[in-house]
């Protein structure tokens, strides 16, 4: 499944935005789906997180009760709504779909299928 990732962009502090995340098949519904981050200089990390069934949702400390995930299955996407961004949120966004189970879903290793990225900039 290809992944296209888009939404980024700059935002204060304090501010909002809302990633998208457009998958290429309706088979997408089959994967659990992720996203990651990588600030300049950092590895990449786990942002959030959601279930095939949408049953459950996982968020890095760092974000929880800012970040929400949500999927639309009827029209493939996967959405990252980031409220209260903080300027170190600043990092590339990464969505990712996979057939990742509970013990791999927050890591790197659950997710085969990547998105291009979408740069999210957090001023200050």
């Known amino acids: 499944v290809q992944l296209q990732a888009s939404g980024g962009g700059l935002v204060q502090a304090g501010g909002s935005l809302r990633l998208s995340c457009a998958a290429s098949?309706?088979?997408?519904?089959?994967?659990?789906m992720g996203w990651f981050r990588q600030a300049p200089g950092k590895e990449r990390e786990f942002v959030a997180a959601?279930?095939?069934?949408?049953?459950?949702?996982y968020y890095a400390h760092s974000v929880k009760g800012r970040f929400a995930i949500s999927r639309d299955n009827a029209k493939n996407t996967v959405y990252l709504q980031m409220n209260s961004l903080k300027p170190e949120d600043t990092a590339v966004y990464y969505c990712a779909a996979g057939r990742a189970i509970t013990s791999t879903i927050t890591t790197i290793r659950g997710y085969n299928n990547w998105g291009q990225g979408t740069l999210v900039t957090v001023s200050s």
């Open positions: 098949e309706r088979t997408y519904s089959q994967y659990a």
């Open positions: 959601l279930t095939r069934n949408s049953g459950s949702t």
